[in-house]
C-alpha cells in the first residue's frame, strides 16, 4: 500500500511540473510576441519646412525628401526632379508607363506622363513599383500621396 501511495503521489507530481512547464513556455512565447508586436513599428522623423512636412527617402537610391501630401491621389515628381533622376539613371524610359491629365490643388487641370518608381525607401521600408506622375509646372519637387501610402 505505502509504495501504492508513492507512485500515485509521483504520478501527481510529475503532472504538476508538465503543467508548470506549459503555463511557464505559455507565457514566455505571449511575452515574446508582445515585445515583438510592440517593436515592430517604425518611427519616420518628419521635418517641418514651410508650413509642410518632408519626409528623407531615397528613389530608386536617390537620396531626396518627399512633401508628405495625402491630398495627393499620386507621387508627384516636378519636370526639374524627373530630369535629374533621368539625367542621373535612377529612372529610364522603360519605367515610363502612359500620359494622362491631372488637376492639381488650384483646380487646373494639367498634362502629365505617368512611371513606375521602383523603389521608395523611408526608414528602411521599401515601398516597390509606386505610380507616379510627372507635372512640367509643379512647384513642389516631390510629394508623397495616395499612391505610395495606400
Do not use: W
Not at 501511495?5 to 511575452?31: D, E, G, V, W
Not at 528623407?56 to 525628401?65: D, L, R
Not at 508628405?68 to 542621373?88: H, I, K, Q, R, W
Not at 498634362?111 to 525607401?121: C, F, G, N, Q, R
Request: glycine share 6%; aromatic share 6%.
Amino acid at each position: 500500500m505505502v509504495i501504492l501511495n508513492r507512485l500515485k503521489a509521483n504520478k501527481k507530481k510529475k503532472s504538476m511540473c508538465i503543467k508548470t512547464f506549459i503555463r511557464k513556455l505559455f507565457l514566455s512565447i505571449c511575452f515574446c510576441a508582445i515585445c515583438i508586436i510592440s517593436n515592430a513599428q517604425t518611427i519616420i522623423q518628419m521635418e517641418e519646412y514651410g508650413g509642410v512636412y518632408r519626409i528623407p527617402c531615397k528613389v530608386n537610391g536617390a537620396k531626396m525628401k518627399l512633401i508628405f501630401d495625402t491630398g495627393a491621389e499620386n507621387v508627384c515628381l516636378s519636370l526639374p526632379m524627373a530630369e535629374y533622376l533621368f539625367d542621373n539613371d535612377f529612372i529610364s524610359s522603360a519605367d515610363i508607363i502612359g500620359s494622362g491629365s491631372s488637376t492639381v490643388a488650384d483646380g487646373r487641370i494639367v498634362d502629365h506622363v505617368e512611371l513606375i518608381i521602383k523603389d521608395i525607401e523611408i526608414e528602411g521600408i521599401h515601398l516597390y513599383n509606386v505610380r507616379a506622375v510627372v507635372i512640367e509646372g509643379q512647384n513642389a519637387p516631390l510629394l508623397m500621396g495616395q499612391s505610395a501610402i495606400q
